[in-house]
């Protein structure tokens, strides 16, 4: 479609990186399954020589990603793991990096227990705080690694205020923007540097497929990842990038729906004697509902909730519900439910858990698009067979 990357959003979803085949006229991207490609002369390829390096199905679904992101370049890999390890593959022995005390666990361990390992240093700091982040920095930091909203306890950090941040001390400003996807948060608009996504997540939608993705504007930065990307060959197949593409299509239709339900159950769970705090920037309550506000547009399909209750009685709410699923990950069609103590952040130490918040009574939920009614009536049924009402 001609123009489609200048086109609004759901409309850059459905076309843009993607025409018709000129030879077929086939609408969908064809799955190119090859590994190598005819050269026309020694070292005279057509665009593609080998499909670590580039395959055009990849090629479709980077440039989709990048429209949708308001990027000029986008790079995807065989996992969202796949993506910060790129990122990190930019820093050298001795720099120091900057993130938040509540990132994903397993952004957390391969900090710690792979990147420690390289001489990398990280500090973790509450990236709501830019008075704390800017006392963080110092004149070996490279990089400011922020998540927004945070997982779990979707805290929401100012993008514009890091990247000032990072940019006063010549660092990168990295945003793992999967949790808000582009349609309700694009960070390159307020500064960012590169723009990190789990593909597994929201823009796949499916829970079929593992990818992963980074997007710039910087045609220097797109050029270091894209060694590094085509160096330690983690590449997405051509079939998952098919996946992703066929995900981003229906992207803003399924959002409006995580959205919608999201907020019916934050409301409705604020009221039940056995929950402690919802934590759901798209609540008035929220400490930084109005930055959501501003940052966001709109509030995404991911909440937590602190129950007042032991491990043993939330580990029974997130067994006992039959909609939800107990599963990790997030982002499908189908509703998850999840501890975070003994799952997805189990690699984080008891004791920094504490520090942060991060209870054995917390659970997250990502708010599917079913009805919200039964949604809501799993919940209840959950919290009764725990005892909890």
Known sequence: MDNADDGRFETRAIHAGQDPDEETGALMTPIYANSTYEQDAPGRDRGYEYSRTGNPTRSDLEANLAALEGGEFGRAFSSGMGSINTVLNLLSAGDHVVTGDDVYGGTHRIFTQVYEEYDLEFSFVDTTDPAAVREAMRPETELLWVETPTNPLMRVVDVAAMADIAHENDALCAVDNTFATPYLQRPLE????????SLTKYLGGHSDVV??????DDAELDERIGFYQNSVGATPSPFDCFLVLRGTKTLPVRMDRHCENARHLAAWLQGQPCVDRVYYPGLESHPSHDLAARQMDDFGGMLSVE??????????????TEVFTLAESLGGVESLIEQPAAMTHAAIPPEEREEIGLSDGLIRISVGIEHADDLENDLRQAFAAAGLV
């Open 307 to 320: 129950l007042d209750a032991t491990l043993e009685e939330a580990s029974t709410v997130v067994s006992e």
């Open 211 to 216: 990818g992963g993705a980074l997007i710039t």
């Open 190 to 197: 307020h500064g960012a540097d590169v723009v990190s996504h």
